[in-house]
């Protein structure tokens, strides 16, 4: 089949959407779409344990699948989305709808960009041949030829061993067995880098194969059916683990020829060699912040549910905030404490102070807070969820990923870069890691969260001894974010301490991109912020804090912080995956 035309109307061809467990964190919501729980209940971000892939064997065993792939290469995580059709299109397809809104977005590099068949793989149907074999597919016969005599000529083996010799260097490994023979390479049980460790070695003996594949590619998200199109998966891994990735992939996925996978990422730049050497793969790229606005936008016209409220109790053990122990200890003191009108951010805090005390989780009662879905939507002025992909434009990107990018979206087809800063995600990652020895950025946000920052931070209080009244700060506001550490003494507790140090650094990194999306949105003078990135990901303490402290003169905040919607750029970077357009003008949507 050298072509397919598919109407692309997504919204009228899908089935109703079915809410996973409310008590879950997980979900993209495409509208419409119907998540797949065959998986495994306990899916988190990279988990390592969990169950190999997102295929479900049943879905696809004897079907002639191709899946097509997103890849966002960014410093730290590498996303992958890809979509698994379920069988022939064209059996499927009926004409197009040339009014459809994906159609009209094909301008200015924002929409749908010429995208070719080859950015396709398919997945191999033997599951005992391995768990997650992906071999390219030929969509004609002729071309099929082509990929075997490319397979032919392919020589990953000198970068195999080339590989395998670098990791001999550092790790353990059998020198009794030749290099090709090798099995197993161990890498070393401490290795403590403060990331997720999702694959432990290196095999080729099938058996181990699966196991191996299935821990690199810890399931990101829960696969998400478009009925009667196929599946979307989510995968991610650590960008570090680009050579393994692409061992095992080659390894073990009979890439059989040279084929364009969509990609964005600085990764796909600095890596397209390499996936071409190693694996035989040629990226086809797109610029990161256009996909990151693409997949945005795809999301926010088919991904319109927020999913999940905070559990009630889910923020035991304190919050992020701007620290209120000072501010009650100041309030005694008349003299020293602004009144409501001179300093309206103090009484805010005491009244979210007294809201919050009730209960004690650290999160306001507050019905209209979700999180959890696509995007996680908090209206300030308004009850509910409000973002309408229509009336949110101009709005601005704010997405913090190993640093930040703020970005001005002003219309479907128009955007700008307008600011940035390096104290990003891999910022809180990194220091957090080399301050408390924890390893990865589930234990780093885990551990703030039941720290308490002000015995870390100098407050305004502690160098004015309460409100500095005319310049309109609380005695509470962080005047220094780790600034009490100047003193050896408390230098020598904090080491002690590391849930403190982790709370300080997440809220010192937090408070500083929340100030800049602040100045930015008013600089800008727009009224809707989006916050975005793995940065965000299971960091309800960012979300809190954001939306408590940081943004509220701004109407309207949204948070894209589920994994699979963390994912955007790579979504964005295949958004041709949902929505092509072949060479010949037509719609493809899988
Ligand atoms: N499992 C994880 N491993 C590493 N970092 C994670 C993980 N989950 C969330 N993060 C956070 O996400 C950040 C990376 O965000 P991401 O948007 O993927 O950026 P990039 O594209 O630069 O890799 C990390 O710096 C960290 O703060
Ligand atoms: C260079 C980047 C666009 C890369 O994106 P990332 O992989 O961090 O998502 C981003 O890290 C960034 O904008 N850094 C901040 C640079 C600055 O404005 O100071």
Redesign the pocket.
Known sequence: MDEVIMRCSIKSRLSPLILPDSNSEKGLYLENAIENHNSHPDNAFLKSDYPLSPINPAAWKGASSRARFGLDI??TLCKVVFFEPLDDLDSRAPGIESSSPCFSSDKNGLGVEMIDQENSLSMSNSLTECCCSLKLHSFSPRMKESNEEAFCTASPIEYRKRFLMKQACTNSVDESESVLNINFIKEPASRNDGYFHGTTELSIDPAKCSNNVRKLWASSHDPVILSGRGTLYFKCFETWRIDEFLFLTKEHALVTTRRALGAT??GARKFSSKFLEIAGLELNRFD?LKSLVRGIGFLMKYAQHESFEYPQGSFQGGLIQRPFKSLEDSSNDSDETLSEEENPDSANQFRDLDAISENQTGLKECDKTKIGGAFFCHDLNRNGPSHDAQTLYPYLIV?I?????ILLVESPEQFKRV????L?GSTFLGLTSALTGCTSFKEAVDLAATGDSTEIDMLVGDIYGGDYSEMGLAATTVASSFGKLVQPSRRETAMQSPQHLAKATLLMITNNIGSLAKLHAQATGVEHVLFT?SFMHGNKYFVHFIETWICRDITEILFSSSCASASNKAFGCCHGILVQRTDKGHILAA
């Open positions: 960014g410093g990422g600085g990161e997405n990923g190993s640093g930040v990018s600011g940035g800063t390096s990003g990135g």
